[in-house]
């Protein structure tokens, strides 16, 4: 599987991106998928999760209630809409794919170790 991700820019504190995620080479349905972010000098982290059927989502406590993961398995795509960003969101943001049935759950789904598969990053860059 392939992951594309795209949708990042150069914005400004308190305005609004929405990233997307776009798989080819095989349907995203069977997949759990999550959204890791890496800023400069630090280790990739966990934004969110969302399970093959859309139903269950998890989110780092820095994100709640400001970003939402959704997917569309029919357009084989999974979105990360990000509202009242902050500087401290600058990062790469990463697309990944988990599909060899780890129980969804928050400990395992913030764990880069349990992804199969990563996109390329997509630069989101928040200006104070």
């Known amino acids: 599987v392939q992951l594309q991700a795209s949708g990042g820019g150069l914005v400004h504190a308190g305005d609004s991106l929405r990233l997307s995620c776009v798989a080819s080479?095989?349907?995203?349905?069977?997949?759990?998928m999550g959204w890791f972010r890496q800023a400069p000098g630090k280790e990739r982290e966990f934004v969110a999760a969302?399970?093959?059927?859309?139903?269950?989502?998890f989110y780092a406590d820095s994100v709640k209630g400001r970003f939402t993961i959704s997917r569309d398995n029919a357009q084989n795509t999974v979105f990360l809409q990000m509202n009242s960003l902050k500087p401290e969101d600058t990062a790469v943001y990463y697309c990944?794919?988990?599909?060899?049935?780890?129980?969804?759950?928050?400990?395992?789904?913030?764990?880069?170790?349990?992804?199969?598969?990563w996109g390329q990053g997509t630069q989101v860059t928040v200006s104070s």
């Open positions: 080479g095989r349907t995203l349905s069977n997949y759990a």
């Open positions: 990944a794919g988990e599909g060899s049935g780890t129980p969804f759950t928050i400990a395992t789904m913030s764990s880069t170790w349990e992804y199969d598969f």
């Open positions: 969302i399970s093959w059927s859309g139903i269950q989502t």
